[in-house]
């Protein structure tokens, strides 16, 4: 079945950065597009970022923007997000959520989620 | 402030109906986007629940459907049950600024 492990969250001070893995089983990474989201502490979730089958096109939110990169290894079945310049309002839970196509469909698997925590 | 408009909460008893709505604009459900729902157990995973507007995914109850119409989409439960007691959170695509996916604020559901 699908399965989705993150990783590599932690408490970090602001400034600093972070790099979340994701590692998918159970169907073929390489034919999907996935997409990092995150939910604040007591708060709704916010997509993050988005990346295609090849990593060929990325996309992020506003908030975002120019700090954080989606990239992933088909190699190694692996997405990453690297975090720069964390800010406290980068406080969450990130979710590593498989989309249903190669390219923006709709998102059909999540991961358990990793807790980020950005210290002021 | 969400992209898409949801209300806070929702209530009702147990066997009763009740039905969330989804509020977007011309850029997103207006544009023609479909709109997906996602029922979270508060301290879990989200999980999908409305594919595409109404298709229901394998394993969903029928209890749960949804519609959409111009700028608005609702998620319906009918037969609500206590283990309905979620977050509901409605989720389409957005391209006012670029290509991006855009959630509502989400819904708390309490059975009473």
């Known amino acids: 079945q699908v399965k989705l492990v993150e990783s590599g969250g932690g408490v970090v001070q602001s400034g600093k950065s972070l790099r979340l893995s994701c590692e998918g089983s159970g169907f073929d990474f390489y034919s999907f597009a996935f997409h990092w989201a995150r939910q604040a502490p007591g708060g709704g979730l916010e997509w993050v970022a988005q990346i295609r089958d090849d990593g060929s096109d990325m996309d992020y939110s506003d908030a975002v923007k120019g700090r954080f990169t989606i990239s992933r290894d088909n190699t190694k079945n692996t997405l990453f997000l690297d975090m720069d310049s964390l800010r406290p309002e980068d406080t969450a839970v990130y979710f590593c959520v498989k989309d249903s196509s190669n390219t923006w469909s709709y998102f059909d698997y999540w991961g358990q989620g990793t807790l980020v925590i950005v210290s002021s | 402030q969400s992209v898409l408009t949801q209300p806070p909460s929702v209530s009702g008893a147990p066997g009763q109906r009740v039905t969330i709505s989804c509020t977007g604009t011309s850029s997103n459900l207006g544009a023609g986007y479909d709109v997906h729902w996602f029922q979270q157990i508060p301290g879990t995973a989200p999980r999908l629940l409305i594919v595409s507007n109404s298709r229901r995914p394998s394993g969903v109850p029928d209890r749960f459907s949804g519609f959409k119409s111009g700028t608005s989409a609702a998620l319906v439960i009918t037969g609500l049950q206590a283990e309905d007691e979620a977050d509901y959170y409605c989720?389409?695509?957005?391209?006012?600024?670029?290509?991006?996916?855009?959630f509502g604020g989400g819904t708390k559901l309490t059975v009473l």
């Open positions: 989720q389409s695509f957005d391209t006012f600024r670029g290509s991006m996916s855009v």
